[in-house]
């Protein structure tokens, strides 16, 4: 299999600080800003806040908050790197999704043929919890009605 952005990754925690501290403007998932407001409600007071990079502001999340501050932000992984890693299609994803096997923790937001669209975003802990043969065995339990019958023929 080919080099995809989430095979970067080891664990969830990994992929949701990388996403988090992520600079991409305006397309950031939290600002500069926003990330000083939760140390500050959520840590220790710690002077000065504005000089620490993205990446300190999340660690200092962290240390305070533990797993919890993994949680804090809508981080997910789009249902082309499930496409990838698990073998399926993109209805696959959605009846997962549907039937509750795996979440939806939000959209993300892109441009194409100069419309914007949005595409929904699925959790992390769930992408590398998984395996591909559990994925497939839910699947298989759960076919379609009309895939049974023309199996049977």
């Not at 949701?16 to 990330?35: C, H, M, P, W």
């Not at 795996?102 to 919890?129: Q, V």
Request: charge should be positive; hydrophobic fraction near 40%.
């Amino acid at each position: 299999m080919s080099e995809n952005y989430m095979s970067r990754f080891q664990s969830p925690e990994e992929f949701i600080r990388v996403e988090v501290t992520a600079n991409r403007g305006t397309k950031s998932i939290v600002t500069k800003a926003d990330l000083i407001w939760d140390v500050i409600r959520y840590t220790p007071p710690v002077k000065p806040l504005d000089k620490l990079s993205k990446e300190q502001l999340f660690d200092l999340l962290v240390s305070g908050l533990g797993d919890k501050a993994y949680r804090l932000y809508p981080v997910g992984v789009s249902s082309i790197y499930w496409q990838h890693k698990f073998g399926i299609t993109h209805k696959d994803v959605l009846k997962m999704a549907k039937a509750g096997f795996i979440s939806a923790t939000g959209e993300i937001e892109f441009r194409l043929y100069g419309r914007t669209c949005f595409a929904k975003t699925y959790s992390p802990w769930d992408f590398f919890r998984l395996t591909p043969e559990r994925v497939h065995a839910w699947l298989a339990d759960h076919a379609s009605k009309k895939r049974k019958k023309a199996d049977a023929k």
